[in-house]
């Protein structure tokens, strides 16, 4: 029986991606084939919190997939039925605002329009320093759109950063089970995140 496949599209919030590849690591436990794909910036730039030469060797390792990183190799997505569920994590703001207005110049983006094409679920990963701001409307409209589903979010630092949002990544299995159902995971909200006891 054929594996349902999720293409899992990593756009610039660096930060996150060290969770988000425990992530991709818990879908291949739940028997999930992952298929990573990348925007330009998270496969070209090295940054503090990871070398891109590192996190496309992880992405080898974990999936055993190379990772789309051209726009030509993501046009096919669609067409040939290539992902069952796209997920954009992490959604970064610009990301967002280049999929709503219909721009589609990163693999990452392409591959979302591309599968989309099918009727089949695309789920939201949001990590964004103005998800409170500039990129709020961006959130609303894609939250009206067919076939999208949000990972559930929280405000990460309401004192230091009051207008940041970050989806709870803990959550993507849940929310791809559910999206692969039609339904929205609830609550959208997430819950506070607790501290570990010291």
């Known amino acids: 029986m054929k594996k349902t496949t999720i293409g899992y599209a990593m756009t610039g919030s660096f930060c996150t991606f060290e969770q988000n590849l ?10 999930y084939e992952v298929l990573p794909i990348l ?4 496969a070209d730039l090295n940054t503090r919190f990871m070398k891109a030469g590192q996190l496309r060797q992880r992405l080898i390792s974990i999936t055993g997939n190379e990772p789309i990183e051209t726009i030509p190799d993501a046009e096919p997505i ?4 290539m992902t069952d569920v796209y997920l954009l994590s992490p959604a970064s703001g610009n990301t967002m605002a280049k999929l709503v207005n219909g721009i589609y ?8 329009k591309s599968h ?27 939250m009206n759109w067919r076939n999208v589903y949000f990972v559930p979010f929280r405000q990460d630092d309401p004192v230091k950063k009051p207008r940041s949002l970050v989806a709870d990544f803990s959550q993507i299995p849940k929310t791809i089970a559910s999206a692969i159902c039609g339904v929205q995971i609830q609550p959208m909200i997430a819950q506070k995140e607790e501290k570990a006891e010291t």
């Open 22 to 31: 425990q992530q991709m690591e818990e879908l291949i436990r739940r028997g």
């Open 116 to 142: 989309l094409r099918n009727d089949l679920p695309l789920v939201i990963a949001v990590s964004t320093n103005d998800g409170l701001s500039m990129a709020a409307q961006n959130i609303g409209r894609l």
């Open 78 to 81: 669609g067409p040939k039925k």
């Open 105 to 112: 110049d990163t693999p990452a983006l392409l591959g979302a």
């Open 39 to 42: 925007s330009y910036n998270a």
